[in-house]
């Protein structure tokens, strides 16, 4: 059927109606072979032409009509193995295909919809806030608090930023090696100068 899709329990819904058909093939023979070994093809009459009278004529021919039948729906079911393993395994593969193909499209998003960077870190002082906070030299920054590639003039905003929010954690987010990476960055003094005690420079785009 072009209907639903064949799934593994089917086709083990087949084996096991091919294995019964077997059985009753099987038990059909094993008839035949109680009439004294008569088989398919032996002569149900004796040399006169009379029907045998040492055999159940009704059986034999019952026995071997059965299992011409049987034969025939065996060869079908086989069929229908085959073609449903078949649909499965095309299946299997068409899913792999998809996974693959579903797994490259998230990546390749995941590529586009990397937010534009405005600024980048070309400096970290060890012991820092900024360095204290895991801000690496060569953070590319898309988001400094309130501060976006939209909105972002001149390296003042962020120095405007940065006095507001002396002793607040700023949310800060950076692109390092192809991934967004989120910092929570808290302004603050410290030996060194600045509140921050990182270098931060504007990227020309």
């Known amino acids: 059927g072009g209907g639903r899709p064949v799934t593994v329990s089917d086709v ?13 093939i099987k038990a ?18 004796d040399a006169e032409g009379f029907p045998r009278a ?17 034969q025939n729906d065996h060869k079908a079911l086989m069929k229908q193995v085959e073609e449903a393993l078949h649909k499965l395994h095309a299946r299997e593969k068409e899913k792999h ?4 193909a579903e797994a490259l499209a998230e990546a390749m998003s995941q590529s586009q ?3 534009q960077a405005f600024a980048k870190v070309n400096a970290v002082t060890p012991g820092s806030p900024a360095s204290v906070s895991g801000l690496q030299v060569d953070d590319e920054i ?5 501060v976006n590639a939209n909105n972002f003039q001149n390296l003042q905003n ?6 507001h929010s002396e002793g607040r954690p700023l949310s800060v987010t950076v692109i390092r090696g192809g991934r967004r990476v989120h910092v929570g960055l808290t302004p603050k003094r410290w030996a060194g100068k600045g509140l921050l005690g990182c270098n931060i420079i504007p990227l020309q785009r």
């Open 113 to 115: 919809s990397l937010p």
């Open 142 to 146: 898309v988001e400094f608090g309130s």
């Open 28 to 45: 059909c023979y094993e008839l035949l072979e109680g009439q004294k070994g008569v088989g398919m093809h032996e002569p149900l009459v």
């Open 12 to 24: 083990q819904q087949l084996v096991r109606r091919k294995d019964e058909i077997e059985a009753q």
């Open 97 to 100: 295909a998809k996974d693959e």
């Open 158 to 163: 962020i120095a405007t930023v940065v006095q």
């Open 54 to 70: 040492d055999i159940d004529l009704y059986q034999v021919r019952t026995a071997r009509h059965n299992i011409i039948c049987l």
